[in-house]
């Protein structure tokens, strides 16, 4: 997922409109209450305090309140495969579909499955025996499907469950995020035709768990599933979905019907569908298929916007050590996009706005569209292939996808233009920064909609960057083909990214790992020096407020010059204020502070 262009907007007013609401708030934070309490009775214990007035405790304005915990959700029942076989009602902007899902017991015994199914008018349920169907009690209450199972499964049964449904996604209450502005699944685009100038479309975004708004599923990122949609259309439609195309037939009554299979397992959010009249542009990559779907004006100028995609998938795929491993990769610009961009896997869709350019907008084109190509492209490893468990883990997926916009751009473009990605993604999270701190990895937030902000990519992507250079370039990469290696095709949470890096360096990482994953805030340092006696005295004050957020360990390189000579000193600041001795055998022309870059 990616900002649009308009999140992004929304983001920067909030950061001047935030901190004041913030202030009044009264919903405190049970940090504050519990450091309140110590420092009112270490003032009682102090005879000298209990004469002095105590200074109340300042709480910030960027201290979140309290919010409940938010634990991965409990997988009872595995979704296997999902079969959709789904067709259109424009006027009505509805799905007709029937779902066949393939399911078994996670582990424990289940004579019940409840399933996420939002707003649907459900037909009927049921069991797909080898002789015959056998109808199925269930309850619904719009979202909910409790399916009564008609015995006791073990976790080494599969059943399957056939639903047909109508789904409404017009009929559901509206929510959103800053990122992802509408969750309703399933969008019609110009239904009626209407609008002069804008093509009818019908397409779907799932992340979070909006994709129950159009078939039934578990609408869990901790599931995995292959899948196989039939949809019938219009004959003068194209579509796309997961995977490969891997029939189209023509029906007797004027429609077609087009099957998608995927044969490999991702998270029932990854799953797309896109209907429309789009001119194909083919691509390829070591013989698998890359294209690229657009209105049928813009077929002239797709490959100049694309055109990376194949060098970019060849980078990754070498410098992880992971090839690509999907069956094939589309993307897809679509109208009135509720977001920039969404990683659907092997169908990415995007904002038309982002990557539909005329021949002359590509002259001034600068890195906007390609740094969200390569960013979807990247969550084909981080997200698609290894993903976060739970909303709590975004930063598995987002920090990564964020840091390639980073990585291409270095490979790409060089130093400089790496630096200006680095440069402008750290600015954005310090503007949020000024009126929201959160940990990276939280399992508390209100919505899980709150976790798509600029902590979770631009903080994430920075504190990727850190621990590239605290590691070395060598032992990044290969703790990442690891990572990725190791948790293929599975759901992971921030302690196995830890343990993948620690098994492969030999280091103990939990210091890392908890000052920048775990804890909220930013390191603020006053640092300054001065020299006498053979010796420059550094002196680094860490200036956060340490009560909200950690005092850091911060391994730095110094580098002083002297007769045209530089000396690197490796220094760790531990300490709120801290002076380090660096021997000089005379006063330096320069001393430079995180001479590496690590920061
Ligand atoms: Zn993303």
Redesign the pocket.
Known sequence: ??YSVLGALSLVLTCHFGAPAQAVKSNKPATNKAATSKKASAAAASPAAQSAPVAPLVVPSWLPPSNPVQPSATILTDVLDTKLDVRFDWAKQQLLGTALLTLRPHFYTQNQVVLDAKGFDIKNVRLVTGNKDKTLTYGYDKRKLTINLDRQYTRSETYLIRISYVAKPNELPANGSA?ITSDKGLYFVNPLGTEKNKPKQIWTQGETEANSCWFPTIDKPNQRMTQEIAMTVEAQYKTLSNGLLISSKKNSDGTRTDVWKQSLPAAPYLTMMAVGNFAVVSDSWRGKTVDYYVDPQYQSTAKAVFGNTPEMMEFYSQKLGVDFPWEKYSQIAVHDFVSG???NTTAVTFEQSIVQRSARDIQDMTYDAESTIT??LF?HWF?DYVTSESWANLPL??SF??YSEFLWAEHKYGADAAALVQQKSLGQYLDEARSKREPLVRYQYASQEDMFDRHS?NKGGRVLHMLRKHVGDEAFFASLNRYLTQHKYTSVELSELRTAFEDVTGEDLMWFFDQWFLQRGHPELRVTHSYAGGQIALRVQQLQDSTFSPIYRLPITITTWANNQATDHRIVVTKANQTFHLPASQRPALVKFDSGGNY
């Open positions: 997922m990616k990122a961009a969404m990683e960013h979807e969550h997200g997926n987002e996808a964020d990519y």
